[in-house]
């Protein structure tokens, strides 16, 4: 993990864009066995930690001990700040970061952000796998960053002290939000007060009341224990999580090319068994939420569905022309009302 090397957020962005990504060789064990280190901020039940897993696993099983898969969720080893500036330094030889956290390295990210662009993970799936969505996993290979894959977590809802079933309902309260302008700008668009805030430090925030609310999926909502200190849930949909499967291009390309083949194709399957499952996750973790009695879920009819779409509608208009034209042709931007 950094330490005496760590580097600022600005300081990090300054060498990636310089492309002066430090780099070497695959690490390899004392027995030679190439060492992949794999940390995560989420636990091991939701969508990402079931990947990890699951990855691990078809690693040891086919590649025996020539690659081990070393997994760290819930930001055992380091948060995704921290794995970011990890993976360029070559300390960690894999993450699975979301999406907002490349904010500031390239604004095409910015589309997974926007409110209501996609209604569901199908749409969201759809664009992923387009000519478009492809081209995204190595729009940061020169900056250090080549994506494997996308993973879904699920679709975002809203919790706080109190029930928002009207955007005017959110206004005034302290959110907790990914460090992304598109996210601080939809908050704000509440009247309300935008937080940015690392993941593992969200349940202690709320508990003590440094922040009153939160956007989150269901399955980190569970698996967190959010539902434990927020006494309302706003069943929304507005946005989507999702998270960029990378590796250092250097370290990947040192790779003998059987194993990066193998591994190649078990990040694949591994994609495609994470994103048919992460609905079916999500929809668990929902009724376990409600079932415990602790959170009160609100469903909003489609004419509050359709203030908070109109409430949100300006952050599209202000990013959608900083993600591209040639990216927003290819999303269904015609559900936010283009």
Known sequence: MPTARRL??????????????LTGCARESGNGTIVIKFPHVTAPGTPKGHGAERLRQLVQERL???VVVEVYPSSQLMNDDDSLEALAFGEIQMIAVSLSKFDRLTSRFQVFDLPF???????????QHGKTGRTLLRTLEDKGFLGLGFWHNGMKQLTGPRPMRLPEDAAGLKFRIQESDVLEAQILALDANPQKMAFGEVYQALQSGAIDAQENTWSNIWSEKFFEVQEYATESNHGYIGYLVAVNPAFWNDLPADIRAELEAIVAEVTAEVNERAEAINQEARQKVIASGKTTLVELDDDELAAWQQAMLPVWKTFSSQIGDDIMAATPAATIGQ
């Open 64 to 66: 025996g001990d020539r």
């Open 117 to 127: 662009l996609f209604k569901d993970l199908t749409a969201v799936e759809k664009f």
């Open 8 to 21: 600022t957020s600005v300081l990090l962005l300054s060498l990636v864009c310089a492309g002066w990504i």
